[in-house]
């Protein structure tokens, strides 16, 4: 049996990794690390107030899922998504999602189809304090996908959210997109309160893939 003491280093530890880990996942999603960044553990530790050894546990645990880069002798780098990976990445997206809504439609009750409606409001309300349409956006579809009750696709689902929430603070941001980010929402609520799983699942894979054909128009014109 471990000692009282090692057992609460070891609880503090885990602790500090997590810290690490949040902290530099939402600078990558808000953009703040850019791709092609080189990340030092030593300023990230002293950002959080922390040592070195959680933040390079937290940046193994981002090189597992594909957001950062560790060589040898080399460092961290944020990864970058070309055309061709972005794609792959909202095809998984639109395919997981899917799935997830066509689990999820026979959960919902009509107060989880309110509390989703309110959701999107909030989304779309641009001129409240600290809007952020994305990280709303993110939360909406977290919380839709969460009532399939399947942690594992749950959180293979954060993952690729976490992976393509820049492009999706990028296509916010196209003032010539060609989908409106109110109807793409509400019509998907519609197909969720009609109750029928096969439509929902269709719904969210169109849904996700609406948004492809202006973000690569938008890649394909450089920055």
């Known amino acids: 049996m471990l000692p009282y003491p090692l057992s609460l280093d070891s609880s503090r530890l885990a602790a500090a990794h997590d810290e690490a880990y949040a902290h530099i ?6 953009g703040r690390y850019r ?3 080189r990340l030092v553990p030593e300023t990230i530790a002293a950002e959080i107030g922390t040592s070195r050894m959680p933040v390079r546990e937290a940046l193994r645990r981002l090189a597992a899922e594909g957001l950062v880069t560790v060589r040898a002798n080399r460092g961290v780098t944020v990864n970058a998504l070309n055309v061709r990976d972005m794609q792959e990445a909202f095809e998984m997206r639109a395919v ?11 959960r919902l009750a009509a107060a989880d189809i309110r509390r989703l409606e309110r959701m999107v409001d909030a989304m779309e309300d641009r001129e409240a304090p600290g809007a952020d349409w994305t990280t709303a956006h993110r939360a909406f579809h977290e919380a839709l996908c969460a009532y399939a009750e399947s942690p594992r696709l749950q959180r293979q689902i954060e993952s690729l959210h976490a992976l393509v929430e820049p492009h999706m603070r990028l296509w916010d941001d196209m003032a010539d997109r060609h989908v409106g980010t109110r109807e793409h929402h509400d019509r ?3 197909v969720l309160r009609s109750g029928e799983p096969a439509a929902a699942e ?17 890649l394909a014109a450089g920055p």
Request: glycine content about 4%.
């Open 96 to 106: 997981l999602e899917g799935l997830a809504a066509r689990l999820a439609v026979p």
């Open 202 to 218: 269709a719904a969210m894979r169109s849904h996700v893939m609406d948004t492809v054909p202006d973000l690569l128009r938008r």
């Open 35 to 37: 791709a092609g960044e």
């Open 188 to 190: 998907l609520l519609e």
């Open 25 to 30: 996942l939402k600078a990558l999603r808000h």
